[in-house]
């Protein structure tokens, strides 16, 4: 069964730093990645890395702040979020591609992410 377990969410203040956690398991991937969906908004894209290699994407407003890593011994994801704003506010999805080619095909249920200013 191929579960994506997130955690890492919070209240925070606009300035601070929070690392999302996603643990993968039931089977291997190609690409992990972050979204987001803030209240009232679409779900967007946030950060992306392959699970070989160093391969990594971001999106504009998460460049320079946010850091996506992994660490393939305990099958984990992460996001380094950093100056967080309040407008970082979202619930933060973690999701796995099979293949390079194809769509997210898992999902995660998702961390609540808070930066109050």
């Known amino acids: 069964q191929v579960q994506l377990v997130e955690s890492g969410g919070g209240l925070v203040q606009a300035g601070d730093s929070l690392r999302l956690s996603c643990v993968a398991s039931?089977?291997?991937?190609?690409?992990m990645g972050w979204f987001r969906q803030a209240p009232g908004k679409e779900r967007e894209f946030v950060a992306r890395?392959?699970?070989?290699?160093?391969?990594?994407n971001y999106a504009e407003f998460a460049k320079g702040r946010f850091t996506i890593s992994r660490d393939n011994a305990k099958n984990t994801v992460y996001l380094q979020m950093n100056s967080l704003k309040p407008e970082d506010t979202a619930v933060y999805y973690c999701?796995?591609?099979?293949?390079?080619?194809?769509?997210?095909?898992?999902w995660g249920q998702g961390t609540q992410v808070t930066v109050s200013s």
């Open positions: 999701a796995a591609k099979i293949t390079i080619t194809s769509e997210y095909n898992y």
């Open positions: 890395m392959r699970w070989s290699g160093s391969s990594t």
């Open positions: 039931g089977r291997t991937f190609s690409t």
